[in-house]
Nanobody
Framework: QGQLVESGGRLVQAGGSLKLSCVAFGLTFTDYAMGWFRQAPGKEREFVAAISRIFENTNYADSVKGRFTISRDNAKSTLYLRMDDLESDDTAVYYC????????????????????WGQGTQVTVSS
C-alpha cells in the first residue's frame, strides 16, 4: 500500500504565492490520476484541482481557476499545486489524493474516486 506525503504549507499574506508538493511512495504513480482537496475549519472537504495520468489534462474548482496550477512530474512521482494571489478563503488543510478509477486522460472531482490520501499540509492566509 502506497503513501502520499504533502509539504509546503505555511503562513502567507494575502496576495502571496505558495507551492505545495506531494510525493508518492510505494505506488506506481502513472497508474493514478491525482488531485488536491482542502478542508477549512468547520467546513466539508472540497475539491480543488485534478490532473490526469497522461497528457496532463486538468480540472479546477471555480474558486481557484486562474489562480492555482496543478502539475505532476511522473519521473519524480510528485504532484504540485502552485497557488498565486492567495485569499483568506484559501486557508485550509490541503490534501493530495490518488485516483485509480479515472481513465488515462480523465479526472474526477468526486472524493469517492480517490483511494489514497496524504496526511495534509496547513495553508494559512493572513489578510
Amino acid at each position: 500500500q502506497g503513501q502520499l506525503v504533502e509539504s509546503g504549507g505555511r503562513l502567507v499574506q494575502a496576495g502571496g504565492s505558495l507551492k505545495l508538493s506531494c510525493v508518492a511512495f510505494g505506488l506506481t504513480f502513472t497508474d493514478y490520476a491525482m488531485g488536491w482537496f482542502r478542508q477549512a475549519p468547520g467546513k466539508e472537504r472540497e475539491f480543488v484541482a485534478a490532473i490526469s495520468r497522461i497528457f496532463e489534462n486538468t480540472n479546477y474548482a471555480d474558486s481557484v481557476k486562474g489562480r492555482f496550477t496543478i502539475s505532476r512530474d511522473n519521473a519524480k512521482s510528485t504532484l504540485y499545486l502552485r497557488m498565486d494571489d492567495l485569499e483568506s478563503d484559501d486557508t485550509a488543510v490541503y490534501y493530495c489524493a490518488a485516483d485509480p478509477n479515472s481513465r488515462y486522460t480523465g479526472t474526477s472531482r468526486d472524493s469517492l474516486s480517490y483511494e489514497q490520501w496524504g496526511q495534509g499540509t496547513q495553508v494559512t492566509v493572513s489578510s
